[in-house]
């Protein structure tokens, strides 16, 4: 019932479509400007270029600078605890993304600038990339469900594009010595500390140089993890270190100039993964990436332009083994834009060297070093020639070896149809892959363990998504509504074997040897559910805004066949008996004010809920239990005096009433961090 109460409450303030009560002491045009802004937003992720958000072929959501700004957004982890569909729980090594109730992190692609950022060794997109701070950061494009077609693997359940600002952004009156903003961060809950010097210089020639350096630390915060036992719920021997941040930086540099972008970034991140509750123990983690990307768009005649990509990464993981891994790739782009279609077809080839892992624990096995590549060809059309209506078809062709060793077809295609000039209505079938990390392979890469007999396997194949989902947009110059049903499909799941009860087959193993599985390919699992976002302006001073998730997410047959014989899933902390996947809330709601004040002062208050979320909470019997409903109260206050040009304070909370309820984490229980105040100074020159 309470859930009930709250969904009907926000849809009923949220999506109804509400007049524009403009101040009348406030000017009209100074408010149309603004709301145009709001109505004319555009994206590039779901089509590889410019299109308007309520005709993007992907369900996206956009959160621009000015939102990230006005709502105090201090880190991408922030960010997607406010995004419809996406959740994150801690893990004692990293932080775990969910979208669509599929909580693992190697299903979602993160970008900067159209650059894939995802390692193939281990997580995929790790605890690295929930970047410290956002201040060069111009708009996120956040996209759930699968974007293989254009993208490639790893966009299984959701996409992460962040897109930074440019030099010519950054210094448009063009000053003599550029322009930019300096800031330092303090967190008193765990001393997180951190400060950005952003600078912009737009040259006479039509080049620019944008240059951002970020330094971090943090003292650190434990949050319990909690187990279920046989009389319930007990401490669990390891704790969470992950906000204990030693000293790390940030340098990113990006030059434009006559249709070339030259970028260079490198990333040094530490922290420390404590092993006890007593902080008497600690593995240190080292993450380092350095990444060099030239990108030319050349404008051609009649509708044409061609996109070219150069790129060199180099990345190093140490934490309980090292990780190493580097590589550089090209990709081109053919683009024709025609009054009543658009064709786009592309290339791509990337090449790494995987590994040697090797163990700083005696445990671990070492892993010899492989040379991966991907080749990859593309295309997409959109056909407007029967008007109103809009047809997308496309696909990708992919070849990888040695991870997967098998060539995947990714086909698209999407309808939309505009109802009028403010409903539209849209039918999307995406689709996606994930190739197993090198280290969920197995066997076919792996040595034997130190006692040289023992074998561990790994996943056999690539996973493979397909979603449908169905839209509904509403907009107008002050209103933002969408409402999307999906229901996505992953064959071939790779999951831990941990998850199940292995029986083996003695016979299938050589003589001498132990075959162990860590990974494995589980037929199917299936997540469906509703996802509505909104947007409203009431005027010029108050904005309200807030999404609703529900999902649900249910695995394929108990029993799945595997090398060495059958393993039989759950119930255990991942499926219940029913095959339903637990450890997430099914309801998520974020509700969001947002005031300008007199004193130049701007307030944003913003309310997290989440309910209904199935754990394991005694194993003798085995019993499950219901969590929820939880609820978390964030603030931040702004003030840009108007004596001082460029000055900027803000002031924010999180968990102002210092919830810290039992959570359902992943695959455990946990409590949420308490009350934490900080402040932020900020100048711009």
Known sequence: MTSFRTVSLFASVMILPMPVLADSNKSEEALARELEGLSRQSVVTASRERTPLEMATSPMTVITAEDIQRQGLRTLKE???????????????????????????????FLVDGHVHNIANVYGMDQQHLYPTLDKIERIEIVRGPGSTLWGSDAAAGIIHIITKDGAQLDASQQPGG??????????????????????????????????????????????????????????????GLTNWKDSYELFVKGRWNGFTLTFSDTELHWAQNSNYTHTRYIDRTWKQTSLRLTHLAELESGWNLESRLWADQTKLDSTARYPESGFGAEGILRLAKSDYRLLAGARYAWRKIGPDTPVVATFSTLPAIRDQTVSLFAEGDYTGLAPWIF????????????????????????????????????????????PGYIYRGKDFANPEPDGSTYWLGAQK???VSSDDLQLVYQTPSTQATLTFYRTRFDDYIISANYGTLAPNMALVPAGQTWNLAYLNIDRL?????????????NRDVTLYGNYTYTRVKRGRAVQETVIGPVTLGPNTMFDAAGNMVGMPRHMVNLGANIRLPA???LDVHLRYQD????????????????????????????RP???????????????LDRKGVLAGSQVLYQPEGRALGIELGYRF
């Open 612 to 639: 209904r979320a199935d754990v394991l909470w005694q194993t003798a019997p085995l019993t499950y239990r219901t969590l929820g409903p939880d609820y978390f109260l964030d603030f931040a206050l702004t003030w």
């Open 462 to 464: 690539a996973q493979k």
């Open 526 to 538: 299936t997540t469906q559910g509703v996802e509505l976002e909104a947007r409203q302006r009431i």
């Open 179 to 240: 322009s930019g903003r300096a800031s330092v961060d303090y967190q008193q809950r765990d001393g997180r500390t951190s400060a950005n010097l952003l600078w912009g210089k737009s040259f006479a020639n039509g080049g620019d140089l944008m240059t951002s350096l970020t330094w971090m630390k943090s003292n650190g915060d434990i949050l319990p993890f909690y187990r279920a036992r046989a009389n319930g719920p007990e401490l669990d021997a390891a704790g969470n």
């Open 392 to 435: 997308t078809l496309g696909g990708r062709l992919e070849y990888n070896r040695p991870r997967s060793n098998e060539t995947l077809f990714m086909p698209r295609a999407a309808v939309v149809r505009p109802l009028g000039e403010q409903w539209t209505v849209k039918y999307l079938h995406n689709t996606g892959i994930v190739r």
């Open 600 to 602: 130049s002062l701007d």
């Open 642 to 656: 108007p004596a001082s040009k460029g000055l900027d304070v803000r002031f924010y909370g999180r968990n102002l």
């Open 79 to 109: 960010v997607l605890e406010r995004s419809a569909g996406f959740s994150l729980t801690p893990k004692q090594a990293y932080d775990i993304v969910a979208a669509r109730g599929i909580n693992r992190n190697m299903n979602i692609l």
